[in-house]
């Protein structure tokens, strides 16, 4: 027979529920509890907040997807999450664990001069934009012949963003040991050419998970090995086009500019009355 713990009315309930970026789109069936992407929000438990400030964040991954599960149990799979979605998550989860006020450092222009600023994690989270409604899947390329392609494009996952950095880092260390290392300059290149293909395979494959589908009037393909290799072997220009296309639809994605006014004394030292400051947070170092 199961008793009751007496001390369960103390256990953790949502803090808050958010709307997810993405709405709820781009992931796979079984993966999210939500119809409409608005899922709840808990606090980190004692544990999440040891291990996640133990792990180095772009390295463990999984301390990230652990953290996730805890604290937004609607997301079944966190190696499914669209990144469009994750800023928003981690920014919520703190909120939840350690208050809705951030600090954030700011350069004051015409000055050597910093200054923190406070923002509200609510405020930011509510101004993100909708990324169900701004990111355009839709790309077409033609070629000299005519002939046009039609790719439908989505925003990569956690597992490709991490599985990416992992990579980026092995091969940067590796390089390093390269140029450092005892061997003649002929092995020196050659090594280094070797490091040099593989982070380019590292941006194929990226752009590869990317890509859900890919037609002509004459075929269609969803099959992602097909798209893999489609991307390894196509004209250069056809790859920075659909490269282009990606980025710019994360340029979309980003927390609101803040305004920041100067103080008196910081224009009389020569800050502008004031000035415009884009929010990026670097999660390596998010709960501090």
Sequence with gaps: MNKTNPLQQFFRKPKFTILLPSRGKWYPKNTISSTNGEVEIYAMTA????RFKTSE????SQ???????SCVPALKD???IPIVDLDVIMMSIRRASQGDQIKYNVSIPGTDKFQDINLSIEQLVKDFPNAEAIWDEELNISNESGNTLHLLIKPINLRTLFLATKQIIKQQQLASDITTSSSSNDEKINELDTQMKSLGNISVNM???SIRKVST???TTENSNEIKQFIAMIDLEYFRSIQAHVDAQKEKLTFKTQTV???PEQELIGAPKSWEVPINFNLSTFFE
């Design 47 to 50: 544990s999440d907040d040891t």
């Design 57 to 60: 964040i772009l390295l463990s």
């Design 63 to 69: 301390a990230t997807y652990d953290l996730i599960k």
């Design 78 to 80: 966190p190696e499914q």
């Design 207 to 209: 752009i590869g998970d």
């Design 217 to 219: 009037d004459e075929f």
């Design 261 to 263: 006014y100067a103080t």
